[in-house]
């Protein structure tokens, strides 16, 4: 049903859109965006929470950044507040879709070792969509390509390196 569903989406599984700009909604401050998803997924959606979240995901000064507004914020920032929401529900497998997308590269190597972090800490799964192969080599264990909404190649990181068997693949 949709209730059982909602309770998938967002709880166990959680989203980290690539553009966090059009993700977050401009005129309302981010500790109000954080906690709408609080408090449909938790019973805590305090100021002290918020803080929290904002801690983990390494925001310098989270009692400021929590009352700016997102143009307010870097792009950097603003995927840092993204994966705080979508830590918010706790999820046991966190979806990033092309979270690096149109940040520099130092910013880029943050937030991809704060992933990283993040998974260990938190004992959940990462699962990464990207077409950047560079960042696979970087941060995944194992790697799915896939072509027209199919897998057309499945293999652990260094072994789809060494030997790409699929056209799509040798391409990337």
């Known amino acids: ?11 166990k599984i959680s989203i980290i859109f690539q553009d966090p700009l059009s993700s977050l909604n401009p005129v309302i401050k981010i500790s109000e965006q954080i906690r709408e998803t609080l408090k449909v997924h938790s019973q805590d959606f305090s100021d002290s929470k918020i803080e929290e979240l904002l801690e983990m995901v390494q925001l310098s000064n989270p009692k400021i950044v929590k009352n700016y507004y997102p143009h307010q914020l870097s ?33 880029q190597a943050q937030i ?15 699962l990464l969509i990207t077409h950047d192969l560079g960042i696979i080599a970087e941060v995944a264990d194992k790697v799915a390509i896939m072509y027209a909404g199919k897998i057309v190649e499945y293999a652990p990181v260094k072994e789809l390196f060494e030997r790409r068997l699929h056209p799509y693949t040798q391409a990337l």
Do not use: F, H, Y
């Not at 070792?113 to 799964?125: A, Y």
């Open 75 to 107: 792009g950097g920032m603003r995927q840092r507040i993204m994966i705080a929401m979508s830590l918010a529900t706790n999820p046991e497998i966190l979806l990033a879709d092309e979270p690096t997308t149109a940040l520099d590269v130092t910013i």
């Open 1 to 11: 049903t949709e209730k059982e569903l909602q309770k998938i989406r967002g709880g």
């Open 112 to 126: 991809l070792k704060l992933l990283g972090q993040l998974k260990e800490k938190l004992n959940m799964s990462l």
